[in-house]
């Protein structure tokens, strides 16, 4: 087994955790050996001598043979990336917006310098699921993989649903739990989901898709009415990202949106900051993989498992990687409900047909059916005004 020296960069949620769990874990012949960080006057759980301001005490160093990033901002994360591959440095990453807007470029990069980037905790926190895409669902017909991808949101949708607490609580608790982002924007208008599906779509379906091509609404525009109507309807309301199949061309599906889930589905079961997937395929029908999708230990658990895969040179290879014309979003339709404190004029017109309205002096709701054309509009997906919630 080789001699794993780390390089580690970011001392915050994450940092911190798989520096605790390095440390007892000494039989994976991995220790840490440089801790570079950005504060250097911020008081550290860990021996001074370790850390380093310097991105290059860890980047010029030969002994160190791994680099494992967990900082919180992505354009730097990028320069100390690919500068460790072509210094011959294995990486490990959690960091899915670097990810999903360079995942071509650094995967090639990893081959060219023969070495393995691994970024199983970037997708669900603490849930294998690239792994499962890439290894185990290689020659089963994927048709779609569709579930909650960001612990923040539920976290918040759970707390509004079940214990009627504010958004703002609720946000204001799932940061100080470690769930949420360094900009927690990224988190509550859907970003972090899109970056988490475009990753998943190229380990499941072989497609790169960009964050900007997905579908997208955060959960900031829900308001108590529309909470109120999911109970009365036996609803509740996830944040769903779902990419799906659709055509023998290959077309993509691909969404980040609010969306009603029947109290008896799976997914429904799915609280706080945990994560659940679906995944559909031809042969094995529906699978689900659950577990906790942010916070320090269980995304330190998916950090580890990569260092520890770096031990038998484990890299992705993308098998199913295909360089077909990729189609997404151009057809179909979805059940839509739209709902608004006041009347918003022209929204009638995105629907194809309606199916119930609903007025009253305080809300105001439409359900009715948009095509998938008219839903990506940006008019519609950044209203404030409006709640815009799909039927699953
Ligand atoms: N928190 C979670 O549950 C999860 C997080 N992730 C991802 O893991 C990564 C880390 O997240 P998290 O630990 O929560 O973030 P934190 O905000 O808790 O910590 C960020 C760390 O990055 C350091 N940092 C920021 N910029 C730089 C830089 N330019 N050079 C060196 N260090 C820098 C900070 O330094 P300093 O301490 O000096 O401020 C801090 O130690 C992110 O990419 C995040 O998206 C992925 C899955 C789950
Ligand atoms: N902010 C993210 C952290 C894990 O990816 C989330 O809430 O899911």
Known sequence: MQKLNIGLFGFGVVGEG???????????????????????????????????????????????????????????????????FNNKKHVVSANKKLIAENHLELLQLQKENDVSFLYEASVCGSVPIIRNLEEYFDNDLLNYVSGIVNGTTNYILTKMANENDTYQDALKAAQENGFAEADPTADVEGFDAAHKLTIITLHAFGRKIESNDVIRKGITSLKTKDFEYAKEKGFTIKLIANSRIINENGELISTVLPTFVKLDKTIALVNNEYNGVLIGSSLSDEQFLYGKGAGRFPTSSAVLSDISALQYDYQYSIRKKSDKNIIVNKS?????????????????????????????????????????????????????????????
Not at 53 to 61: E, F, M, Q
Not at 367 to 388: A, C, M, W, Y
């Open 18 to 84: 798989i520096y605790k769990v390095l440390e007892e874990k000494p039989e994976l012949n991995a220790s840490i050996k440089k801790i570079v960080i950005k504060d250097k006057d911020k008081f550290r759980n860990a021996p001074s001598e370790l850390f380093s301001t310097n991105a290059n005490d860890i980047l010029n160093d030969e002994e160190i043979n791994v680099v494992v990033e967990l900082i919180s901002d992505s354009d730097a994360a990028y320069t100390i990336i690919k500068k460790a």
């Open 332 to 392: 179909g339709k979805v059940k839509v409900y739209l709902g608004s404190e006041t009347e918003v004029s022209g929204i009638k017109d995105f629907f194809e047909d309606i199916e119930e309205r609903y007025q009253s002096n305080s809300y105001n709701h439409i359900i009715g059916t948009i095509s998938i054309v008219h839903l990506k509009n940006q008019k519609l997906l950044n209203d404030e005004r409006l709640s815009l919630i799909v039927f699953e």
